[in-house]
Each structure stands twice: as C-alpha cells, then as structure tokens.
C-alpha cells in the first residue's frame, strides 16, 4: 500500500502520530521558546529541564565550546575493539567523585539502555561466579526503570501493562515488592522506623520464599520520579535493603538515572544515595544518565562497584558484544566537560540548597489554603506536588479527570514548564507534578517557579470545583 503524504501535518511517529504538538524553538538559560498551534509561546521558565535533564540550562556558551573541541579531537571507532581516552577519562571522573563507591563504568545512549546493561553485567558476574541458577530480579511496584523490554521487567506501572507478553516471565523471574511511599501507606498508628521495617520484612520474606540462592537483584530507584512523584525512602530503608542483599548474596542495584548525577547530592558530588547510605553500604550497581550530559548530548551510564568488577577479574575478565555507539567519544567529552564546570561552578550545591528552597516555599503557599495540594515532597533539584481530592483521606483524582496533564497544561499557559503525570487507575497513587529545574537557578527563579505553580494550582482547583470534581 502506498499513500500521498503531501497533507501531513506531522511526519514523526512519536507522541501524537497525527499532529506534530509542541515544539521547542529556542532556549536561552532557564527560559525556552515553545510553539504550539501555531503560536510562539516566548520565555517559558523551564522547571522540569524537559525530563529532569538539563542541568546547565539551555545555550549554555561553555557547553557550545567544550561540544566544538570535543568535535574537532573525536573519532569514531567500535568502542569493544578500539577505545578512547574521553570515555576513560569520564568514567575516571565519575569514580573519583563517587567516595571510592565504584570502579568501572560503561557508557550507553539512555537510562533504558543503561539499565539494560545492568542486567546483562548482573548475569555475567554470576555466570563468573559459577552461580547460574541467580536469575530472578526483585523489584518495586509502581516503579519505571525505562521503556525497552528488559528495563520494562524490572517496572511495574499502568504504562507497561500492554507489552506484558514481551516481558520476562513476570511470575519466575521478576519478583515484586512493595513500593515505599509513606505519604500514602505508612500506617498512622505507625512510626516512620515501623514503616521501614514492615517494608524490610516483606523484602525478606520474598527473599526466603524465592530461594536466596535463586535470585540475582534488588532494582531500586533511589528517588522514584515519574512513577511515583519523588517519594523519600523511608529511614534506615535503603541501608536495610543494603544488608539483606549482603546477607543473601544479592546484587543491590540503585537506578538513579533521573535523581542522580548531581540533581540530589546533600555534598556536592554525584550520588543520590548520599543522602541515606555511608560510602560502605553503597550498590554494587548504579545506573544513571540524564543531567550526565544535560540535554547537550545522549549520554547514559552504569557505574560498576569492585565486588562485581573482581568477579569478572577473577573470572574472564572478558565482555563480549557491544552497542555501536557505547562510550561514544564526542558525548563522553561533552559529559565530560559538562560535569566539570558543575563541579567548578559548585552548582550542584546550589541544585540542593535552591531545591530544598523551593520545597518549602512551595508548601508554605500551597498547603496554607484550601485547594487540591496533598502533598509536597522530594529531596534537593527533585521535588513533586500530589493532588488529592481530599486531604485528610488522601483520596486520589479518578483517572479519568486527567488532572496531573491538565495541571500542566495551565502551568504552560502561566509561563511554566512542569511534569504532569495522571493518576494509576487503581487508585494508588494520584496525579502529580514533577519540578526538577536546572542547577543554575537563583532565589529570584524559585520565586516566580512557586508564584506561577501556585497560580496554577488555584486556576485548576476552581475549575475541579465548577465541574464538580472537587
Ligand atoms: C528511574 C529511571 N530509569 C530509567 C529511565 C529511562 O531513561 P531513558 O528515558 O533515558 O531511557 C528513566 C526515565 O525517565 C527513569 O526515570
């Protein structure tokens, strides 16, 4: 069959097949011009950096420069026969700011990519032990670790549900947990310690009934983000995690792709996890990709620690396969250059203090008066609102309502770009907005970032309140 495509109005098979939707034409620091329907929507405060990407802002002249050399110095060659010194340097980098946590890494294209990555390594490292039978991978509900099919095992959430019959076997081999989200299910007879350990004792009971010698990985993200709106794990959660995966013999795997390089670090160095667990008790495995290169280039990776690393030492020592455009040259020395002026520039301790900031101004004006804010919650550059329909029962928006995508779109027309996510249908978890703005921002940004949200909130809050949604 053939057809005419003269009179199509977009040519993309992404997002709306039939329409091309927004389009971003320019951006300029935290501001971005966006055309939609036709109309050049100018100088919109970008506060979600497109997916909590964008750390250096947009147009950064630096960037420019270190993208102009590293074009001029870069040659293409298949990175599992030939490498190349900004691929080693990069992971050199990573490993020195990561608190002696890791010692290896791979660079890849994404965070699905990367995560994909984490699996084979996984296996490999087994397979090195002489430990065939660890196969099986536990992971979170209401988790999202990326969009191929084997980072789409380890998630559990609405959005998959359709592609369950590629997956891997979902009784067999992936294992789920519970996830933890204490604004919404630490019991209120319960301390945030007995939380934890509720969420402990479900994990090994997992564990033993699955038989430790069977299973391969713990897959957590450190900070959920769009799954389920920057949910702090609970105290001692991920330490507790930690021990269990030593005493069992597990793989304990942080996915720290959104929240991580920078976004949430207490002490302006890389790692989320820094915020819960000590160098020691650090993953064996880490997964992490977007503020890597800010949006400038596709860059991801995996950050391997030494008791994975010595296995394949000890064993041998050989990878086979490999992407064509792993440890890419010209993205590694972008990234590279990337996160040096982050460091120089200490801008991920501002990302931390500007972050915290926001949160609080935010809930100081939006939890102050009646409207659909539940709750806000996140940890430094990552912060989320959930609305609720009710406050005290915490009752979630029907999915039908729409209303994390219809909070964005308000915000877009105030001026501000957000995340907007929709409600799971089952009811647990309500919709949300996501804000992880880039790392340059100053008081001055976070002021008009809770102005205009808070504008927003209202605006959607009366219109729920007409239709009689609210
Ligand atoms: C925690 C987490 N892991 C993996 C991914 C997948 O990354 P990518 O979209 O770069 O493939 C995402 C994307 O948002 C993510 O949030």
Redesign the pocket.
Known sequence: MTISTENQTSYLFQGNVTAPGSQVVSGKGIHVDIEKDGVVYENVLDAVTG?AVGALAWGDEDVFEIMDKAARESTYQYPSLISNKSAEELAKFYIDNSEGAFCSALWCC????S?ENALRIIRQYYLERGLPNKVKLISRESS????TLG?QSLSWNPRIAPFEPYLMDRKNVNIKISCAYTYRYKKKTETEEDYTHRLLQELETKIVENDPDTIAAVTV?TL???SLGTTPPPKGYLKGIRALCTKYDIIFHL?E??CGTGRCNPNGRLNCWENYLEPSEAPDIQ?V??TLGSGYVTI?GVLIGPKIRNAYVQGSGAIAGGHTYSCHSFNCAVALGVQKKIKKENLTSNMFKMGNLLAEKLKDVLLAYDNIAGDVRGVGGFQSIEFVKDRNTKEAFDISLNVGPRFKAICFENGLCVMGMPANPDGSCSDRALLAPSFVINERDVDEIVEKTNKSVKELSDILKKEGSW
Request: glycine share 18%.
């Open positions: 997916a994404s965070g699905s990519e995560n999202y670790h990326g969009f980072a993200e959920p983000g769009s996915d792709v959104m997964t990709g977007k991801a």
